[in-house]
């Protein structure tokens, strides 16, 4: 009698993936909670990963009927070393059932927080539902396939226009070569033949007669060989290669005077983050320059970028003039890519704001991909608003703007930029 | 040890199937020639991630979905990566044919020690034990999971994934009370399930409405109908009654009630034959593997590799050792199972005094008598000795919250082994240790509201956690529901109520 063994490890793998999603789905709100604390302590570019999520755990526990502290409790311990019948002692403090000497339970039952991770993909789920994405924008997003369409060798089969006519000709004449070869050799012996039958004297006519014919005969036969045959045809193969082989660089732009509080630094975090994902996903390489101004721009680093806090007026054209010199410094090459992105809450020294437009326009946008402007702000728009609409009109498909009061506004800046890679 | 060695059933530490299967036999040949009655079985080989997931799913190999499951999943994930534990070795599910799973990280040796301890020592006592005899179906329970989880899962879709998952919620927060203790359920199977489905659900609805037919004939009752309660006696199966009463459920709401309830019923006899039932498991693989190894089939390293684990797994740490979680079931159980052996074998003067009955018997049957006809409670109750109280050095301790201080009851000598056996008995009663809650009565002729009595065991009260556990109440009676439960005086007073604005939806 043998023992039934079955090998089950190919068997639903990710069986549990369902009960996960389940939990997933039902902790959203805090799971969504946590993502935003995630996302504040995360470089914009620390997309890849998943993320360590703590949810309270009074907020999971499966109640049921339990008894409580209290009343009359028996308990049998094993290990006595010390007490004998009719032994007391003091309960111990931490209102535990036990013993009086130092067993302290280590924690309350349930109570931490229950910590579990999340993946890259349901990290980035929670983070594109937050701004509130369109399907498809979300899926190309998540998945990693830019195809450039390149050669690879030669096939024999394919549409006429790719013919290529010199390997097709290349090999009708081997074939040629190749399938004529004996008769040439036998040509060759017979027409030395024919030669040597000539010189005899007088020529032997009847012998010459038979070599005349036969080499006439050959040569009919020679030249039905065919000059090209379908079999010689080739094409030119091409394949689609997986291509994220170009470099871009993302400028960041933000006001940070002092009206520029957390909440609207983090809206404008989400916004870089969302450019930055993108650009992730089409760009083999991407420096990301962080530039941030009051009344003077410079360029920083990316910790300074969101948590320094600075005071003070605001003008813009300042952070402009400074990405135009570094676009000029370190990037002027054709090789990059640039894209821009501002974050602003939309004040601006009023004189500035046209002198911006006017940079925008002339300097910047002939050098750039896109260039994408989110005015965090509930009031009205403000003067570097108006300035900005006139470019919203005239550059469509470079500029984009947009008035920003919760991540789900944000995705409608990049409405364009997304629809372009998407066709 | 060269002769010996080319009678090894295997070698190395890697395991092919060929190997498994050689030491299945060997293991099958000797557990036979002990007498061991098994259900058929098979072996299952599943990866570390597939072993969380039976863990999640409480070791069922179908299992409906619920976000709960999710929960444990991820827990047992956490706690596993980061080193907090080992994975058990071996999950065994009792069913006909007995399913033990073996995990592909395992060695050679501890396959052998799972398919000794799961697959023969597991299986045999489902197949005896009367509580799994009475209280289970091994044939039917896989087809009974099947069809569970596909009824759940065509809810989802019809109702929504919402309305499904906040009623297994509720069904979840009962579970423990939605157990009949006392009669035995008819056998599940999956064909008469499905037949009978339909019929249960038009059925049951036509019962219902009995609750309402008293409501037009209101006027012609007399003073005497006020006193009837409904039910006549109280229902301590919450569930159970919930199902069968609760106005205003759908078909399939009872239907999913039913199934949560079943297979809440279906796990009553591992709760109480834990202790048992591991230590049987333990003393068979301890005992089959060194016959095994007495018979030359496995060598010293076999056995190194396999007391190492099994000495792990029978760690009893003591009362005032940080690793202290109470009382070890396999510790216990596998101590008192060979002490049982011992006491039919080499019984001196205090084992005769002790137990006549089985001091000197013949230790197969007292084994498989014992095996088969107790609960860990009544089990403790009977076969406890004095040895092993001193051996675990037991002491008992009386916390009363009326009495400023602990005290120590029994110790384990001459005046404490009666109390102290009686005492750890009573430790393993489920009847004491859920809270008895049983429902006592329907306001039929008022707000139809669900009252709840709390029959308070030794005093104690009731954790904070039933508030919420009402509101589950609540929602699935669909009306209010009240707990009482007895002042010191006697009177019933009132607990908690938890008041629903349930409409039925149009």
Redesign the interface.
């Known amino acids: 009698?043998?023992?039934?063994?079955?090998?089950?490890?190919q068997d639903?793998?990710?069986?549990?993936s369902?009960?996960?999603?389940?939990?997933?789905?039902?902790?959203k709100g805090q799971i969504r909670q946590a993502v935003a604390d995630a996302i504040a302590k995360r470089g914009i570019r620390d997309l890849e990963s998943g993320e360590k999520i703590g949810i309270p755990g009074r907020d999971?526990?499966?109640?049921?009927?339990?008894?409580?502290?209290?009343?009359?409790?028996?308990?049998?311990?094993?290990?006595?070393?010390r007490?004998?019948?009719?032994?007391?002692?003091?309960?111990p403090p931490s209102g535990g059932?036990?013993?009086?000497?130092?067993?302290a339970s280590?924690d309350g039952e349930g109570m931490d927080d229950?910590?579990?991770?999340l993946t890259r993909d349901e990290f980035l789920d929670i983070f594109f539902d937050e701004l509130a994405l369109p399907n498809l924008v979300k899926r190309q997003l998540a998945r990693i396939d830019e195809f450039k369409r390149m050669r690879a060798g030669y096939t024999q089969n394919g549409v006429p226009t790719n013919i290529n006519l010199v390997r097709t000709m290349r090999g009708a004449a081997g074939r040629r070569v190749a399938i004529g070869g004996p008769y040439a050799a036998r040509l060759r012996r017979l027409q030395a033949e024919l030669e040597s039958a000539l010189d005899q004297v007088p020529p032997d006519a009847e012998e010459v007669d038979r070599l005349q014919r036969e080499i006439a005969c050959l040569k009919a036969q020679r030249e039905a060989i065919p000059f090209i045959d379908p079999f010689d045809l080739r094409y030119s193969n091409r394949i689609r290669v997986p291509q994220p082989s170009t470099q871009a660089v993302m400028f960041c732009l933000m006001d940070v005077s002092g009206s520029m509080d957390e909440g609207k630094k983090q809206m404008a975090k989400r916004f870089f983050m969302l450019l930055y994902l993108f650009l992730n996903r089409n760009y083999e390489h991407i420096e990301v320059v962080f530039i941030r101004h009051h009344t003077s721009a410079e360029e920083v680093d990316e910790d300074n970028f969101f948590h320094s806090r600075e005071t003070g007026g605001t003008i813009v054209s300042s952070a402009l003039k400074l990405m135009v010199q570094i676009i000029s410094e370190r990037y002027s090459s054709h090789a990059w890519n640039i894209y821009g992105a501002q974050a602003s809450d939309g004040d601006n020294w009023n004189d500035d704001s046209p002198v911006c437009r006017k940079l925008l326009a002339e300097s910047i946008l002939p050098l750039v991909q896109y260039f994408a402007y989110i005015e965090i702000t509930e009031g009205e728009p403000q003067n570097l608003w108006h300035e900005y609409q006139a470019l919203a009109g005239s550059q469509g498909g470079l500029f984009a703007q947009q008035r920003i009061a919760g991540p789900a506004d944000i995705y409608p800046v990049f409405r364009e930029l997304f629809r372009k890679r998407l066709v | 040890m060269t002769k010996k060695r080319s009678q090894l059933i295997a070698e190395g530490s890697d395991w092919t199937l060929e190997a498994i299967a050689k030491y299945d036999a060997e293991i099958g040949r000797i557990a036979r020639n002990y007498g061991l009655d098994c259900y058929r079985h098979q072996l299952e080989i599943i990866t570390a991630e597939q072993m969380m997931d039976a863990y999640a799913a409480i070791g069922m190999p179908v299992y409906y979905h619920h976000w709960s499951f999710g929960k444990h999943f991820l827990e047992t994930e956490n706690r596993y990566k980061r080193g907090q534990m080992g994975l058990a070795y071996e999950i065994v599910i009792n069913s006909d044919p007995c399913i033990a799973y073996l995990m592909e990280e395992n060695t050679l040796t501890m396959q052998a020690l799972v398919i000794a301890h799961a697959a023969y020592g597991h299986n045999s006592f489902f197949k005896g034990n009367h509580m799994f005899k009475q209280w289970t179906s091994a044939d039917a329970i896989v087809d009974y999971l099947v069809f569970a989880r596909n009824y759940i899962a065509e809810c989802e879709e019809r109702h929504g994934v919402d309305a499904v998952e906040s009623l297994i919620d509720a069904c979840h927060a009962l579970s423990n009370l939605g157990v009949d203790r006392y009669k035995r359920s008819p056998p599940l199977s999956l064909l008469k399930e499905k037949a009978r489905q339909q019929e249960r659900e038009a059925y049951l609805q036509a019962q219902v409405n009995d609750l309402w037919r008293t409501l037009p004939r209101r006027d012609l009752v007399v003073e005497e109908a006020e006193e009837r309660r409904f039910p006549a006696e109280p229902e301590e199966n919450l569930l159970y009654f919930v199902e069968k009463n609760a106005p205003l459920l759908e078909p399939w709401q009872r239907e999913v009630i039913r199934i949560v309830r079943k297979i809440g019923q279906y796990f009553y006899p591992q709760r109480q034959t834990q202790v048992m039932n591991e230590g049987w498991a333990t003393f068979w693989h301890y005992t089959l593997l060194n016959t095994l190894y007495d018979e030359g089939k496995v060598n010293d390293g076999f056995m190194l590799e396999f007391l190492q684990s099994h000495t792990n797994v029978i760690y009893q740490p003591p009362y005032n050792s940080n690793w202290y979680s109470g009382i070890n079931p396999y510790a216990l159980g596998f101590a008192m199972w060979q002490d049982i052996r011992r006491i039919c074998e080499r019984p001196d003067d205090e084992d005769r005094e002790w137990f006549p009955d089985i001091a000197g018997s013949d230790w197969r049957e007292t084994f498989d008598f014992a095996m088969r006809n107790f609960k860990d409670e009544s089990f403790i109750a009977q076969y406890l000795s004095p040895r092993l109280m001193r051996e675990f050095r037991l002491f008992a301790v009386l916390d009363d919250d009326s009495k400023p201080n602990l005290k120590v009851d029994a110790i384990h000598n001459t005046q404490g082994y009666r109390t102290l056996r009686q005492k750890l008995a009573e430790q393993y009663n489920l009847g004491s240790s859920d809270p008895n809650i049983q429902v006592w009565n329907v306001d039929l002729r008022g707000d139809r509201a669900l009252t709840l009595r709390h029959f308070a065991h030794q005093r104690r009260p009731l954790a904070d956690s039933s508030l919420v556990v009402l509101e589950h109440m609540a929602s699935l009676w669909g009306f209010n529901v009240r707990l009482e439960h007895q002042a010191l005086n006697g009177d019933w007073v009132l607990l908690a109520e938890r008041k629903t604005e349930r409409r039925r939806r149009a």
Request: proline fraction near 4%; charged fraction near 30%.
């Open positions: 009698m043998t023992v039934r063994i079955v090998d089950r490890r639903s793998r990710n069986k549990s369902i009960n996960r999603g389940r939990f997933i789905r039902r902790f999971i526990s499966e109640p049921q009927f339990h008894h409580g502290q209290g009343g009359v409790r028996e308990r049998v311990h094993p290990g006595n070393d007490f004998a019948q009719g032994d007391e002692m003091s309960r059932q036990g013993q009086g000497s130092g067993k280590p229950f910590v579990f991770t």
